[in-house]
């Protein structure tokens, strides 16, 4: 890791969130800059400072908002909603996206410039069916977080992986999360067995 990226890891969801909610999000604002700001508030970029900040669902960002982040990208600064004054900006950004990259550039969805911008180390990652061989690991990893949440080991049985394996996961990791969550709910001992799963 290099040394500029020694802060915090800090995430937003471009898609979760609208556009101007977005904006204060990412990048905070000062006290009366909008209706409702009664305080200074601190954006992800701040939070982010000298770490990561991780753009999730970036094709879904807003035009306005593409526009201010490339600015942000090129000049390595940004200001708070409101504010004047530029800000360093010192985070390492990883964007996602789930869309076709090049089908949302050529109608505008997203800026070509901004995603040359965010293209230093392209990494593609196939869907779930497409790599079947991950499933068992990635249900694992995914069933000890969810344990350590509800406070149970929890394991998987051959029965079930084996009936998992033969689905084709259009949702993704997060279709098997979701799953896997399900099956914790149903299931009252600590193996997970296909009665469990939905």
């Not at 500029?4 to 990048?27: K, T």
């Not at 209706?35 to 982010?48: F, K, S, Y």
Request: net charge negative; glycine share 8%; proline share 6%.
């Amino acid at each position: 890791r290099s040394p500029r990226c020694e802060g915090p890891f800090v995430g937003v969801n471009c898609a979760a969130l609208p556009a101007g909610l977005l904006e204060s999000e990412l990048f905070g604002h000062i006290k009366g800059a909008f209706t409702g700001a009664d305080r200074n508030r601190v954006g992800r970029m701040e939070l982010g400072a000298r770490g990561t900040l991780f753009l999730d669902e970036i094709g879904d960002m807003p035009a306005s908002l593409q526009v201010k982040l490339l600015r942000v990208l090129q000049e390595r600064q940004y200001e708070r909603v409101g504010e004047s004054s530029p800000r360093p900006f010192t985070a390492r950004v990883i964007a996602a996206t789930n869309v076709d990259v090049d089908e949302a550039m050529s109608t505008g969805q997203l800026r070509t410039d901004l995603y040359y911008r965010l293209r230093v180390v392209p990494i593609h990652l196939p869907p779930l069916q497409e790599r079947m061989e991950d499933l068992e690991l990635l249900a694992q990893s995914l069933l000890t977080r969810i344990g350590a949440e509800v406070e149970r080991s929890l394991l998987l049985s051959p029965d079930a992986l084996q009936q998992m394996r033969k689905y084709d996961w259009p949702g993704n990791v997060r279709e098997l999360e979701n799953t896997l969550r399900y099956a914790t709910a149903m299931c009252q001992g600590q193996t997970i067995g296909v009665e469990h799963l939905p």
